[in-house]
């Protein structure tokens, strides 16, 4: 003789006291893991396509999830050659960040992520006015590996590190003879803080501040606070949702 066990599940409206949705599922005693797999999909599919409580994900091409940060912000020489002697004006960058891998963590409420990626970046700096004319432009390429935790999907905190490359373009001009250009570059590396916060799946808004370092013979040091948007696209892996 074969046995079977039966689950029926209610779902009660407070408000109008009464019984929305009954869930029923039978199977044989021997296959109770199918039978639980069975009306737990009922419910989900209720409370789903019924009731909307949960947002469906969207259908994605099969890509990366790709973030394009861009910022604009202010630099700040600490070095003692370039402190004095540069006013710096405005800082822009822009670029992608790649996201192949799954996440490294992932629960209810945290998710850890590692992007990496290519940026370009601009600054420009006049003389202090007691120094002669000049116009110092600042071009510089990063790598940026970066380590993110989401927070209930809408709060991202990040660290950054990136080798980088920088081409300094010194632009002078004197009264009483010819203007005269100089270049010079070199690798460093740089590293900061940022902050963003998740409006939607597709943006986010944020606060970032990064320390640059370039290995001249005179170590060039700059501090950079900057104000950041990014743009996501491509495939969202389930970890890492914006809800």
Request: with cysteine; charged share 25%.
């Amino acid at each position: 003789q074969k046995f079977s066990d039966t689950i029926e599940m209610r779902f009660y409206n407070h408000r109008s006291r009464s019984i929305d949705q009954v869930f029923y599922s039978r199977d044989d005693c021997e296959n109770t893991n199918r039978l639980i797999a069975d009306i737990k999909s009922k419910i989900h599919t209720y409370l789903v396509d019924e009731l909307a409580l949960y947002e469906k994900k969207e259908e994605e091409d099969n890509l990366p999830l790709i973030s394009v940060p861009i910022s604009a912000g202010y630099w700040l020489p600490l070095d003692r050659e370039w402190r004095d002697l540069t006013v710096s004006l405005f800082s822009i960058k822009s670029g992608i960040l790649l996201n192949p891998f799954e996440d490294i963590l992932s629960t209810d409420h945290l998710d850890l992520n590692f992007h990496f990626g290519i940026s370009l970046h601009y600054e420009m700096g006049i003389n202090d006015p007691v120094y002669e004319d000049f116009y110092q432009h600042r071009l510089k390429v990063f790598f940026p590996l970066e380590f993110s935790l989401t927070i209930l999907g809408k709060h991202r905190a990040s660290f950054v590190l990136s080798p980088l490359y920088q081409l300094d373009i010194l632009s002078k001009t004197r009264n009483y003879e010819d203007g005269k250009v100089e270049f010079s570059s070199g690798f460093g590396f740089s590293s900061g803080l940022s902050y963003h916060y998740n409006f939607s799946r597709r943006f986010s808004a944020g606060l970032g501040t990064y320390f640059d370092f370039i290995f001249y013979d005179n170590p060039q040091i700059s501090f950079r606070p900057e104000f950041s948007f990014l743009i996501h696209c491509g495939k969202f892996n389930e970890g890492t949702q914006i809800r």
